[in-house]
């Protein structure tokens, strides 16, 4: 197996345990047994059980700014755009914790330790609302004076949804159609300069 293949096999054994048993109650042993490879292998891989965990939350991140940018670069309405970006986000981050069972309680309690991972995320996603931003401001059809800004506005906006997302307290008694309207309408409104 190649080094990378071995790096992602070991992640992908880690993150079933500590899906299944929690990150508590999982080892270093455990993950070595499970993943067919030695202690020396993971250790010379990671250094211990949280290093894994941090590689566990960027994989899950990774996969997300693929989906994110697979969006940011679709020729579509900019406004409709930027919709897709915040449902795309906060539907993956919804699958995310609802897949991965014991380590859901994980996500919750050790906040600290995924935002600390979650940097580089954040700002690959500020990224994209402020490319969707610009093509808007270019075009005129949207009307910021500070497209960076704005674009951190969005994402912690985005950000700050998310618990109440997966709980499914978002609009609560909305369908999914009524509630995407109304952050359409949102959207229009706060990027046009409309009163």
């Known amino acids: 197996m190649a080094v990378s293949k071995t790096r992602t ?23 070595a047994v499970a993943s067919g490879k030695g ?22 991140l990774e996969h997300l700014s693929a989906q994110l940018s697979e969006v940011a670069n679709k020729r579509t309405d900019l406004e409709e755009k930027l919709v897709e970006i915040i449902y795309v986000h906060l539907h993956s981050i919804k699958e995310v914790v609802l897949r991965n069972g014991n380590l859901r309680a994980e996500f919750f309690r050790n906040i600290w330790m995924v935002e600390k991972v979650r940097k580089h995320f954040d700002q690959k996603e500020t990224e994209f609302f402020i490319g969707v931003l610009k093509e808007g401001v270019a075009s005129g059809e949207f009307s910021i004076e500070n497209v960076a800004l704005v674009a951190d506005v969005m994402h912690y906006c985005v950000k700050g949804l998310e618990v109440p997302y997966i709980y499914g307290r978002l609009g609560e008694g909305l369908n999914k159609a009524e509630t995407r309207r109304m952050v359409k309408t949102l959207i229009h409104r706060a990027l046009r300069g409309e009163r």
């Open 9 to 31: 096999r070991l992640v992908d054994v880690a993150r079933g345990l500590f899906a299944k048993q929690g990150l508590e109650n999982t080892t270093m042993n455990d993950i």
């Open 39 to 60: 202690r020396r292998t993971l250790y010379t891989y990671f250094k211990n059980k949280e290093d894994i965990y941090f590689a566990v939350i960027e994989t899950e």
